[in-house]
């Protein structure tokens, strides 16, 4: 992906809304894609999100989690640990493929397509800053919050 701009996409959220990446803009964006819900690291990396947000809200950003499990899915996780941010439902793929995430992983012995778990920040204008690939999720969220710092 360049660090540029990424293409437009829609994709269902929690709430009722519907996300598009172009109505974003005017905030600082950090779409973070994780392999599933309430599994122990997405769940680590979605408290320390939920935990930062406050101050993510002070440096005018908005944070969306992205996975390929349904919206009851997702609704059900965001009530069960409070979550401030909307979880965007990516069943077919849309903006994984987008961002290109979906990799052969190793689970239980077997070889497996799955999520790996990645985060991209957009400034403001919905330009591509910063992205991580194949991180851990404990701490990143304090990373990308230092981050977002030095655009302001």
Request: aromatic share 12%; with cysteine; hydrophobic share 35%.
């Amino acid at each position: 992906m360049p660090t540029n701009t990424v293409a437009d996409f829609s994709l269902p959220a929690t709430g009722g809304e519907t996300f598009t990446l172009s109505g974003a803009r005017g905030k600082h964006l950090v779409i973070y894609f994780y392999p599933k819900d309430n599994t122990p690291g997405c769940t680590t990396q979605a408290q320390q999100f939920r935990d930062l947000y406050a101050k993510f809200q002070k440096v005018n950003c908005e944070i969306v989690g992205i996975s390929r499990d349904s919206l009851k899915s997702h609704e059900n996780f965001k009530a069960k640990f409070t979550l401030p941010f909307a979880l965007l439902s990516d069943t077919d793929e849309v903006a994984c493929t987008l961002f290109g995430v979906i990799k052969m992983k190793n689970m239980y012995g077997k070889q497996v397509r799955g999520i790996e778990r990645s985060t991209f920040v957009f400034d403001k204008a919905g330009v591509s800053r910063h992205e991580w690939r194949g991180l851990k999720a404990n701490g990143h969220a304090q990373a990308v919050l230092d981050f977002i710092s030095t655009l302001n």
